[in-house]
């Protein structure tokens, strides 16, 4: 074989393996499964979202409450079909302390007013009290930061534990469309009200 020879077969194997290569990268039952990060544009209501680069994903079931938005982690297999695993996290997971409004504070019992964050979901924990006397009724213990308000709503409210200055122990707590947590009893006004349990979606 001539050295002309030698130098076309040379190409021509290079040429063959540059194309294996690209097919390799592009064609999921050659390269096998993969993952990537994507951008949530549309949430649809057959179980699927489409991300900000036009490809249509259906969602495992743990991923709950998508939005438009999500960052999530989504999985090609080898024979091409997309699926959704679920956001990244945007915290590190754990209880974050809220702060109170002027002139409360713990009472010196149970957990310090504080949140935790799963995706979309927002739980609250902590009891509250005046720093002196009692809660006036329909007074503003805490401003929620507008990360954690909920979602698509006006006012909400739960029933709440309170001291047992009254019978039964609850009052009204609600928060407002501005993230204000007041609370409500028009007599025996509490000395301390408690946060734990309450939950909602962003």
């Not at 077969?9 to 990060?37: F, I, M």
């Not at 649809?44 to 409450?65: F, H, K, P, Q, W």
């Amino acid at each position: 074989m001539t050295t002309s020879a030698h130098t076309d077969a040379r190409r021509l194997a290079d040429a063959l393996s540059g194309a294996a290569v690209a097919a390799g990268e592009t064609t999921p039952a050659v390269r096998g499964a993969d993952w990537r990060l994507a951008e949530v544009d549309t949430v649809n209501a057959d179980g699927t979202i489409e991300t900000t680069d036009g490809i249509i994903v259906r969602r495992m079931e743990s991923y709950v409450l998508p939005a438009a938005g999500d960052v999530i982690v989504i999985s090609q297999s080898s024979s091409g079909n997309w699926i959704a695993l679920g956001r990244t996290a945007t915290n590190s997971g754990g209880w974050t302390a809220l702060t109170l409004a002027a002139g409360y504070t713990n009472p010196g019992h149970g957990y310090t007013a504080s949140y935790l964050r799963e995706g979309r979901r927002i739980w609250l924990r902590g009891r509250i009290g005046p720093t002196s006397g009692t809660i006036a009724d329909g007074d503003t213990i805490l401003t929620l930061p507008a990360a954690i308000r909920p979602a698509d709503s006006p006012t909400v409210s739960w029933a709440v534990t309170r001291d047992a200055s009254a019978m039964p122990a609850v009052c009204r707590l609600e928060i407002t469309t501005a993230g204000a947590v007041r609370t409500f009893q028009t007599t025996a006004l509490p000395s301390w009200v408690a946060l734990d349990g309450i939950s909602y979606t962003i």
